[in-house]
T-cell receptor
Framework: AQSVTQPDIHITVSEGASLELRCNYS??????LFWYVQSPGQGLQLLLK??????LVQGIKGFEAEFKRSQSSFNLRKPSVHWSDAAEYFC???????????FGTGTRLKVLA | DSGVTQTPKHLITATGQRVTLRCSPR?????VYWYQQSLDQGLQFLIQ???????AKGNILERFSAQQFPDLHSELNLSSLELGDSALYFC??????????????FGNGTRLTVT
């Protein structure tokens, strides 16, 4: 069965520090992968997506993610975190031609000034 | 701005009542998805419509129903409300009927509080 695991429920980093949020997926074929961010009281905003091609994808707000097939991972990174990045981050996988988008349980990021 | 509009933003109602949540998808998107987000259950898929037709059902209760109209807006009807139905309800839209290379675009949600 398809699944998405975000092992870190909470992460705290200092402003200006680098960030990596982990995402592991289970899916038999090449997945469609997404990262979303949710600020308090807001909907989920698409940060970036991977469908094929270059395994390092760039997104909005200075985020990037790397698809590693051998590790079934799609980790999100940012070289220097800003206080405004404090939010909840969701990894999701799209199961091919089906309707299914499978979301992880989210990682809540706290940024220390 | 995702282009997905949800109304109302907040809804407070009593147990046993019925409410309707409304969603207008992004221009050009034919698929509408409904999700429920609560603290203990995370983001739960409820139902999907594509171009007016129901395509998939997730963890949707029998007390809940939805439809997508010819102008592509969608409504989620929740009836015989219980305290446990209090949650954020999100609508999302995409251009395709399947996930393919089509990300979801989310509205800002309707926060439902059942008292």
């Amino acid at each position: 069965a398809q699944s998405v695991t975000q092992p870190d429920i909470h992460i705290t980093v200092s402003e200006g520090a680098s960030l990596e949020l982990r995402c592991n997926y289970s899916y038999g074929a090449t997945p469609y992968l997404f990262w979303y961010v949710q600020s308090p009281g807001q909907g989920l905003q698409l940060l970036l997506k991977y469908f094929s091609g270059d395994t390092l994808v760039q997104g909005i707000k200075g985020f990037e993610a790397e698809f590693k097939r051998s590790q079934s991972s799609f980790n999100l990174r940012k070289p220097s975190v800003h206080w405004s990045d404090a939010a909840e981050y969701f990894c999701a996988v799209g199961a091919g031609g089906t309707y299914k988008y499978i979301f992880g349980t989210g990682t809540r990021l706290k940024v220390l000034a | 701005d995702s282009g997905v509009t949800q109304t109302p933003k907040h809804l407070i109602t009593a147990t046993g009542q019925r409410v309707t949540l409304r969603c207008s998808p992004r221009s050009g998107d034919l698929s509408v998805y409904w999700y429920q987000q609560s603290l203990d259950q995370g983001l739960q898929f409820l139902i999907q419509y594509y171009n007016g037709e129901e395509r998939a059902k997730g963890n949707i209760l029998e007390r809940f129903s939805a439809q997508q109209f010819p102008d592509l807006h969608s409504e989620l009807n929740l009836s015989s409300l219980e305290l446990g139905d209090s949650a954020l309800y999100f609508c999302a839209s995409s251009v395709a009927s399947g996930t393919y290379n089509s990300p979801l675009h989310f509205g800002n949600g309707t926060r439902l509080t059942v008292t």
